[in-house]
Every structure is written in C-alpha cells, then in structure tokens.
C-alpha cells in the first residue's frame, strides 16, 4: 500500500471517530473528570495540586486538564473536545509506530483497530479518563525509542526516556511503558552488554527527569509531603489491597462486561497473535510484540483492579495484533489470482469487526441523548444530577464561599465554580481498611468545621462512599450533629433510571427520599463569615 493512499485512510479513521464523539460531547462528567477538572480549575486560579484537594492521581492529568480548560472552555463539551482531539493523536500515533515496526498495511489496519476499540462505551469511551492521555506520550516515547536505536546516540535515549517518564506522570501506571522501553534497549540495542547499559542508564535518567522536575516544583509549592503521602505512601496502600484470588475476579468481571460487543475485535487480534507463530514477518518482531503486550497488561492490572477504562491501555498492542493480521492474511491470500476477492477479504476481515462493535453500541454512540448515555453508562450516579446541584448552590454564593460534599462527587465543585472546604475530594479512602482510614476521617471533619461552609451536600449514594463490614463509621455519626446547625434546603431524589424528583426551598425541608440514591442540600443558618482553614498535615498512624 503507497504512503499516501495509507494517510488517506487514516484520516478517514479519525475523521470518522471525530463525527461520533461529537454527538458525546455534552455527556455530564463522571467522579474521575470531576477531580481532574476541579484541580485544573484550581491550577488556572493559582492553587497548587494538593494543596486543597487530596488524591493518589499523579498532577499531569490536573496539568492536561488546566490545559483543555483554558483552550476549550471550563465545561463537558470542553473537555470531551479535549479527549477527542487526544484521540485523533493517538489514533496517528498508532499508525505510526506500526508502520515503524511493519508496513502501511499493519499501520492502517492497525490505526483502524484503535479508532474502532477506543469508541467502545464498554471502555467509557465518552470519559476523558488519564488512560487516554497516557497512550500519547507512552507511543511518542516508543517512536523516540526507535529513532534513538538507530541513531545510538545517548540524548536521544535521554530524550526518549523523558516522554516514558512523563506518561508516569499523567498516571501511575503509564510507568509499566517505561519498563517496556528499558526491557527493549536492553534486548535490541546495539553493541555489547556495556553499551546497552549505558544506553539503558540514558534511558532511566530520561525518565527520572520529569519526576525529578516535578519534586521539586511540589517542594517550592510547600505542598510536597501531602504529595508524597497521596501519590506514593497511600497509593501504595491502594494498589497492594486486593487480593490475588479478587484481582483474577475482577479480570474476568471486566472482560465479561467488555467481550460481548468487541469479541469480533478481540478474535482478530488473537489471530494477529497466533500470526506471530506462523508467518515469517510476523515473527521478526515477536520480541517487541510480545514485550508491549506483556506490559500493556501489567498497566492496566496495576492494582489488580482491573476497571474496564484500565483496559484503554491495551489497545495500541491489540491493535498492533489486529493490524498483524490483516497483513498476514493478506500474505496468505496473495496466492488467489483473482485481485476482487484477495484484496475483498483482507478488508473485510480488517473491517467487518470494527463495524460490528459500533454497529452493536449504536444506541449510545448514535441514538442517546447525554443524559441517557450518563444513565447507560454509570447508572443511578447521580452525574446528571450534579449539573443542578451545582447551579443551585452557585447562584445562592460568591466566590469567596466554601463549599463542602459529603461524599465522592467532585464534580460539583468544578460545576459550581467554588472551592472546596476541605481538601477530602474523594470519600473512599475514608472507608477502606488501611492504617490512615481514622486519620483521614477526622481530618476532613476538622477542615470542615474550621472552613464553615456556606453550604453542604450529603451524598446517599453508595456508589460514592463504597462502604465494608469493616468501615470507620465516626463520619457518618459527625455529620448528623453538625448537619443540625443547617437548613435542608434541597432534595435530590434519584428514583430510577429515567426518573429523578428535585425538591427545593420549603418543599425540601419536609421531602422524604423514596429511593436509596439521594443527596441532600444544606444551607448553614449562621451569615458569619467563614474562616480560611489552616494548612493541614498528612495523616500519620
């Protein structure tokens, strides 16, 4: 296939993954958008990541999304805008490293594969997660890494390097990206086992650089012991949790929920992989092939979580493997002498699954509106619902106003415009059974109360809290004294899928849920004004 008929195609891929996110644009944010939004809103106003918002997120995401919001705009289409032109750079990306490693053919192919998976709403494809804005950088890493190879010289490495650090930075597990390129150099470099080491020790410096940056922007900030607590001593709290017996569940949990629309998809890239085991020029590369797929897959089990938008971080390998088979079977096929029905069944073969999968989600990807996608997607989430919740409270404060949710809905300060009255963004952390759990409660119940916020929401959805058998319940106990120094002033009544109940004013007051997804508005009867909280300290144990 000549170059320019393989751009042509490409293009035609992004163009076409383009026009579907468009009609995904307004979709209400998710918790995961929320933080990343509300901490870049915070960025663009001076605030420095944890400074007032806690989270074991690395801050390249919160960069990423000052970013979007500063070119796009401070909303949903804005940020969806941001996440699709991500995407279409991917998608080129893609393309690029597999022409780098095979032929415009894979490359094409492969491109396809990714624009096709990447729409899948099984992988959340309308949320702008730190998944996607990890595969950038990690595949312009890769390509630097080739380029480097070639060219043996250290900076390159250095620079390569940089890129792999810089994906740890957006998230944690944009690092196993990194192991890929140091287990690369390592097989592949050129000349003796000295020469691979030093080019292996440019590579690790590179990827330090960003880190090594980034420390010391935290230490300027004053802000770099409640980054290390977050990012490094609780996080690590968080990824050793579970199990190995429930991480092996929660991996055939997701791909139970993935397959049943992508099994087509996912067919064509296991004959990709078997291809490497039969076909000549498939098998020149199993190495590189074989390394990526492996540490695609410790990305996205980093954790033994295995939430299906993880999953985005195997989609360039799978990809890979898609665009591997079609050119090996159109190999195969080179032996037919007549050119309709070689050059017929490479495409179907390359499209028939692609256009299976959003043939089968056409009811999200064409026919929902925002707010029934935000149900199909997420359920009784209360995500629509914060768009009110947030205008509310925005019409009825200034600027100067804290707020405070009770519960795991960041969403609504970024909505709301309005700083959050203690830095406990998140409640999960507070229920999970981890040595800081207490420390963690009673912090949060202290930023509160010195904050005095101007208005509280209190989330009744379990979904935002994730409550065990063996969960410090001292918040719960807290708020029902402290919620009597406020007026209930709304009620948020999310009754079923199609149905929520919003109650206002006098109406709230004397309102009794009727489902077990509510939140609740509380508007303090104190004017006093609040009181900036002190700077507050990691919990200890």
Same mark, same amino acid.
């Given at each position: ?194 020469? @691979?080491?030093? /080019?292996?020790?440019?590579?690790? &410096?590179?990827? !330090? =650089?960003?880190?090594?940056? *980034?420390? +010391? ?119 037919? @002498?007549?050119? /309709?029905?070689?050059?017929?069944? &490479?495409?179907? !073969? =390359?499209?028939?699954?692609? *256009?299976? +999968? ?184």
């Amino acid at each position: 296939m000549s170059r320019r008929l393989a751009w042509v195609l490409v293009a035609l891929a992004v163009l076409a993954s383009a026009a579907i996110r468009l009609r995904l644009l307004e979709v209400p944010l998710d918790r995961d958008e929320g933080e990343y939004a509300y901490v870049g809103q915070l960025l663009l106003q001076g605030v420095p990541p944890y400074a007032t918002a806690y989270n074991f997120k690395m801050p390249g995401i919160y960069g990423i999304y000052a970013l979007i919001l500063a070119i796009f705009g401070p909303t949903p289409t804005g940020i969806h805008l941001g996440l699709l032109v991500v995407n279409a750079a991917t998608i080129v990306l893609v393309f690029l490293v597999a022409v780098r490693l095979f032929n415009t053919t894979v490359g094409v192919a492969a491109s396809a594969a990714f624009a096709a998976l990447s729409l899948s709403p099984r992988l959340f494809s309308p949320t702008a997660y730190a998944e996607h804005f990890v595969l950038p950088l990690a595949l312009a890493g890769m390509l630097a890494l080739f380029r480097a190879i070639d060219s043996r010289r250290p900076l390159a490495f250095f620079g390569g390097g940089a890129l792999f650090g810089a994906a740890f930075l957006v998230k944690q597990s944009g690092g196993a990206f990194a192991l890929f390129a140091v287990l690369y150099v390592a097989a592949a470099a050129p000349g003796g086992v000295h020469r @691979r080491l030093g /080019l292996c020790a440019a590579l690790v &410096a590179g990827a !330090l =650089a960003p880190l090594a940056a *980034l420390f +010391l922007l935290m230490a300027l900030t004053g802000t770099f012991a409640t980054f290390w607590f977050w990012t490094f001593t609780y996080a690590f709290e968080y990824a050793t949790a579970v199990p190995l017996a429930a991480g092996g569940s929660n991996f055939v949990g997701s791909l139970g929920s993935i397959l049943p629309t992508s099994y087509l998809a996912a067919g064509l890239a296991a004959l990709g992989l078997s291809a490497i085991a039969w076909d000549e020029r498939a098998r020149a590369r199993r190495a590189v092939i074989g390394l990526l797929c492996a540490c695609s897959l410790l990305a996205t089990g980093t954790g033994l979580h295995f939430r299906n938008q993880y999953f985005v971080l195997m989609l360039p390998a799978l990809s890979l493997l898609a665009g591997i088979a079609v050119d090996s079977m159109t190999r195969v096929l080179s032996s037919v @002498r007549a050119p /309709l029905l070689r050059y017929g069944a &490479a495409i179907v !073969l =390359a499209s028939v699954p692609l *256009l299976h +999968l959003v043939y089968l989600e056409r009811a999200i990807l064409f026919e929902g509106t925002p707010q029934q996608i935000a149900r199909a997607l997420y359920g009784r989430n209360p995500f629509p619902e914060s768009v009110e919740i947030a205008r509310y409270i925005r019409e009825r404060t200034s600027r100067e106003d804290r707020i405070a949710v009770v519960g795991s809905e960041p969403q609504i300060y970024f909505y709301a415009d309005r700083q959050a009255a203690t830095g406990y963004i998140y409640t999960y952390a507070l229920m999970e059974p981890h040595p800081y759990a207490a420390a963690m409660q009673r912090q949060m119940i202290d930023e509160i109360e010195a904050a005095n916020p101007r208005f509280v929401v209190y989330v009744k959805v379990w979904t935002s809290w994730l409550v065990g058998t063996d969960s410090d319940q001292t918040v719960f106990r807290w708020f029902e004294e402290y919620r009597k120094g406020f007026d209930q002033v709304g009620v948020v009544d999310i009754i079923s899928l199609q149905r929520t109940t919003y109650r206002w004013g006098p109406e709230a007051a004397a309102y009794t849920p009727r489902s077990d997804y509510w939140l609740a508005v509380f508007r303090r009867r104190s004017e006093a004004p609040t009181t900036p909280r002190p700077a507050s300290s990691p919990p200890t144990r």
